[in-house]
């Protein structure tokens, strides 16, 4: 794991999104793994004004997100397929055929996570996935557990996850299951970029990179993969030896 602290969440955004850009200008084609959530929007908007400043297309890169809400409309504020189109995508060249997440009102959840995870396989893996981290040090929405999961599946949220969401939600109650890529596939990405701002973040940060590796806490797993860049800012930091 690479530690790399920086003052703020500003700064991270405009590093991220430089390692980003920089993927898509050497690899036209690549794919990439993204997530939702407050901590990725600085990355996102610094994508955008790269973008915008012309000489990069995302015309054939491709996109997987890391988990969907159960029960909840695609076209509702709060799917994840919302906040993506709203952060990232509307501003971008990208083909909406080329954006893909998992359906999270599928009839059938587990055939739903066979096809998300042979897609991804078919399309040659993940190139650069980037992640958030729960207060819990969950990833995706891989929330502690007995044993770390292989592929995509359905999860109960726990109460730590439910808690930290549920201010988006004020009109309908925040869903209790959603589907998430599972940590073998997390880790089979080539390379993983994990984001954690804000004094909340701190207790996992220090678990994930101090601490065991184990299923009560999934980002530890992290520590096993061997090109993992993790950018804190310092409040985030600030439990670390
Ligand atoms: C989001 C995701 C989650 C978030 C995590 C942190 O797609 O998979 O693991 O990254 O819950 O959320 P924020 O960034 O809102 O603190």
Known sequence: MKVNIFKTAE???????????NEVKNNPDCVLGLATGATPIPTYQNIISTYEKGGISFKGVKTYNLDEYCNLPKSDKNSYYTFMHEQLFNSLDILEENVHFLDGNAADCDEECKRYDDEINNAGGIDIQLLGIGN??????????????????????TESTI??????????????????????QIMSAKKVIL???GPKKAEAVKNMIEGPVTAQVPASILQKHDDVLIFLDEAAASLLK
């Open 11 to 21: 700064e991270i955004g405009v590093a991220v999104a430089e390692i980003f850009t």
């Open 136 to 157: 819990n040090a969950h990833i995706g929405f891989n929330e502690p557990a007995d044993e770390f999961t292989t592929g995509s599946f359905k999860v109960q949220l």
């Open 195 to 197: 984001i954690a701002t």
């Open 163 to 184: 808690n930290a969401n549920k201010i988006y939600f004020d009109e309908n109650p925040m869903p209790t299951h959603a589907l998430t890529m599972g940590i073998q």
